[in-house]
């Protein structure tokens, strides 16, 4: 089993920036990938930034340059550092894990933090 603590959401002016955290404890024998989603009102859930092993990141088009994502893997926690954000980026942000618990992959959800950016 897979517990996953966020934390770092909020409200912020546009151009104001935030750090989201994510971190990740149980049964966990290893980490295939972190990332963070997120979902404004009204729409799907969408992929926001993810770092797999070895270090690759992938952005979404809409927050390149300007979110930065990032992982402690000593103390499994992702990081998702966001600058210059706009109201367009307010949504609740999920974090994600892609582990493997004995031997079984799963994909975990955190339990959302809300990202409010006003104008």
């Known amino acids: 089993q897979v517990q996953l603590v966020e934390s770092g959401g909020g409200l912020v002016q546009a151009g104001g920036s935030l750090r989201l955290s994510c971190a990740a404890s149980g049964s966990i024998f290893s980490i295939n990938a972190m990332g963070w989603y997120r979902q404004a009102p009204g729409k799907q859930r969408e992929l926001v930034a993810l770092?797999?092993?070895?270090?690759?990141?992938n952005y979404a088009d809409s927050v390149k340059g300007r979110f930065t994502i990032s992982r402690d893997n000593a103390k499994n926690t992702v990081y998702l550092q966001m600058n210059s954000l706009k109201p367009e980026d307010t949504a609740v942000y999920y974090c994600?894990?892609?582990?493997?618990?004995?031997?079984?992959?799963?994909?975990?959800w955190g339990q959302g933090a809300q990202v409010t950016v006003s104008s």
């Open positions: 770092i797999i092993n070895g270090g690759t990141t």
């Open positions: 994600y894990v892609d582990v493997y618990v004995q031997m079984i992959r799963s994909g975990n």
